[in-house]
């Protein structure tokens, strides 16, 4: 089947897979409770003639295909939805209340099943291993996949996520970091309770929670290389019992962004140090908890230059997009290529109506990318099966 031939029959069975995006998004399911999301992912896979594992990191899918003992393509695609009410006012929308596919994991689901069906009539050398993970947005699905299995045996693996950045018929390739670790920051300052009125006779926790606040936003940009963006931001703050009594305790949630592994791997220490001497300052204890959550996305330098190839194949090059900086969003694909050589890429689906960005009420983004990304990650792993016979042959 020539490249031609292959891409008509891709788009030959878009609309089925419109419709089956359309079921997922009007019945979206949160973090680790993908259950009737991968009932349906598992009775489709089943029916095209693909061997399925369930339940692999609790809800996850494993779908493998050809001959696996030869070395596996790996493509990972994430179930999961968002606690956010939408607003799209589509004749698909949300049926869960307070729960919407906000991030476009729909449209993965989509995409990986589409591979799924052209690959079988692809004769490759190598076996193909879809991965459909659950708990992205919490950052746990691939670790608990990984535990599970879901990397034995992978050569390489590919990833994909929708950006509403990007305009419909485009990719956006990146080297090195595509996105950033994260990591959770918890922080209790404790003070010295008081009467309002006479505030030099206590420590107010609140005052010191200010401190550390705007303190470490300084810090940050007069200790740290400013070509190594950080990124402290405080979501949650809690403290106080009444209008006119000095706040003994005060607890601050935050979460930590960085591209450079080397620093993330430090920053715990450093804010320890840091926060606690804001607060001594002030004649305030702190108690500073810094968890890492996921590593940043490092691309595979040769995996990326397939997807760029392929990118080039399928579009042209003038819409096969350099990106020039990393997101500081986190993606726990980023544990899979701590397992296996690999590689991620943007899609484009801002559409001629724009498109809301990611994790917004009103994100829509256009379909017609679904087809797109089947079309480059099949080219992809059809250069990926020649390449590792190329290798194991030399």
Request: hydrophobic fraction near 40%; aromatic fraction near 6%; include cysteine.
């Amino acid at each position: 089947m020539n490249r031609e031939q292959l891409f008509k029959k891709i788009d030959s069975f878009n609309d089925e897979l419109i419709n089956l995006r359309r079921h997922i998004h009007a019945h979206p399911e949160l973090s680790g409770l993908e259950n009737q999301t991968a009932i349906l992912i598992s009775g489709y896979l089943k029916n095209i003639g693909w061997t399925v594992s369930e339940s692999i990191g609790r809800t996850g899918i494993i779908a493998d295909f050809g001959p696996l003992d030869k070395g596996i393509i790996g493509i990972r695609v994430d179930m999961d939805a968002l606690p956010i009410f939408e607003e799209t006012k589509l004749s698909f929308s949300s049926k869960v209340d307070g729960v919407m596919h906000a991030c476009g994991h729909d449209l993965h689901i989509s995409i990986g099943l589409g591979v799924a069906k052209i690959v079988k009539d692809l004769k490759l050398n190598f076996g193909t291993r879809i991965i459909f993970q659950p708990a992205e947005e919490i950052a746990s699905g691939a670790r608990w996949m990984i535990k599970d299995g879901a990397t034995r045996g992978l050569n390489c693996i590919l990833g994909v996520h929708v950006y509403p950045d990007l305009a419909l018929g485009t990719i956006g390739i990146k080297e090195g970091s595509l996105t950033a670790a994260a990591g959770e920051l918890k922080v209790e300052i404790k003070g010295k309770s008081g009467h309002g009125a006479r505030p030099h006779e206590g420590v107010d926790a609140i005052w010191v929670a200010s401190k550390v606040i705007s303190g470490i936003q300084e810090l940050i940009t007069r200790q740290l290389d400013p070509l190594d963006p950080v990124v402290i931001t405080f979501g949650k703050i809690s403290g106080g019992n009444a209008f006119n009594v000095l706040a003994e305790k005060v607890n601050l949630i935050g979460t930590v962004r960085c591209t450079n592994l080397k620093i993330f791997k430090n920053i715990g220490n450093w804010l320890s140090k840091n926060i606690s001497s804001l607060a001594n300052s002030c004649g305030a204890d702190a108690k500073v908890l810094f968890r890492e959550i996921t590593p940043p996305v490092q691309n595979n330098f040769e995996i990326n230059r397939v997807l760029r190839d392929s990118g080039i194949k399928v579009l042209g090059k003038e819409n096969v997009i350099e990106l020039q900086k990393p997101s500081l969003g986190a993606e726990d694909f980023a544990e899979f290529l701590q397992e296996t050589p690999g590689a991620m890429f943007r899609l484009g689906v801002s559409g001629s109506n724009k498109c809301a960005p990611l994790h917004s009420s009103t994100f829509d983004p256009d379909e017609r990318a679904i087809a797109i990304g089947i079309k480059v990650i099949t080219e992809s792993i059809v250069k990926l099966n020649n390449e590792i016979i190329n290798s194991i042959n030399k």
